[in-house]
């Protein structure tokens, strides 16, 4: 395997929850940077509203889209200008509840909504924003589902049903499946793979399906699929046995971090250790109360940011990030910065302001975002598709003394 540069990415849960605001609740309080230099109160500001988790078991991915979006905010703000306010409100990971949190926003007065950040919660408010003419930016929500359409599960394009006014910051699941067969293939990381995936989550059973096929076309021999639904994710006790008795030296897990830490806890405890490849639903699983997080050294996945990366914004991002949190950032705080910064982008040197209507300003962003590109800290030279998936590389990491490293 090839050698790995080194990056710190422990986190520090129950701090980094009070520092980036995981107090539970919908956030009526605004983050410091959000008011408008003109009216000082935020009234002559473009209103972006955005929903997370940021409570429940989800609640590390939330809090940092949060943080990162507020401090591009920040940034923006003081720039001068085109001014931004922002408020989040939390969906606890909950499809309903996120209808809820979106409708709040609205009245609020949201004129461009940062969308969702978990893909079930994602494609609902993906469903009324499209149906309001709001437009849609989400830093994480990866399913297809989101952008409306049936994907290719290896070209990623979306066939029907396309929502025109969502957009991804995130690359979709087809891409992140395919790229992890890709990855596995290139480098000869296993000779018989299993697979677990959670079959009652688009998120989950999107990158199955792309892999699947992926890896069908690549020639890798996978040996064990087993599934699990919400209701059954206690017990892996069927799945670890499938995958050690067929022999599977590769573990592949295109699920979330909870469920994750509990298939490592249990596979060690079976005196199963094979090797563990997962997306970016994995990030987090250092951070899960009571995982003894030596159980995934060596663990590898996909990411779009590396928080080592030597560049001045990056080092900037990550110094700020730090200070107000008190950790290193992760995907999902870079991407929620990267979507701030790609709206002000297309927005900064147009003829808009807090009065202009969401509509308008939606028919607005379309335009730009499928014609322009844009440099950020997940990505250089990003563009959109007219499907709304954005065209940018995933970064292999694996896990080294409790911390992230990336790959060469």
Known sequence: MKKFLSLALALAMTLAFAACGGNGGGQNDQPAGSQSAAGGDGSAAIKLGGVGPLTGGAAIYGNAAKAGAEIAVEEINALGGLQIELRYEDDAHDPEKSVNAYNTLKDWGMQVFLGSVTSGPGAATAAESNADHMFYLTPSASSTDVIGGVANPLTGSVDIQRRDNVFQMCFVDPNQGSASAQYISDNQLG?????????????????????????????????????????????????????????????????????????????????????????????GILAVKGFD????????????????????????????????????????????????YAVYSALKDEDVSSSTSASDMCDLLISKFTSMTFNGLTGESMTWSAEGAVTKAPKGMYIENGAYVGMD
């Open 191 to 283: 000779s018989k793979i299993a697979v677990i995936y959670k079959n009652d989550d688009i998120y989950s059973t999107g990158i199955y399906n792309s892999f699947a096929a992926k890896a069908e076309e690549l020639g890798l021999s996978i040996v064990s699929t087993t599934t699990f639904t919400t209701d059954s994710q206690t017990d892996f006790s069927v799945q670890i046995n499938d995958a050690k008795n067929n022999g599977a030296d590769l573990v592949y897990l295109p699920t979330y971090y909870d469920a994750n830490a509990l298939i490592l806890t249990q596979a060690n405890a079976a005196g199963y250790n094979p090797k563990y490849f997962g997306v970016d639903g994995m990030d």
């Open 293 to 340: 997080t030596s159980l995934a050294e060596g663990v590898m996945l996909l990411t779009p940011f590396n928080a080592d990366a030597e560049d001045e914004a990056t080092q900037s991002f990550v110094a700020k990030y730090q200070e107000k949190c008190g950790e290193t950032p992760n995907q999902f705080a870079a991407d929620a910065y990267d979507c701030v």
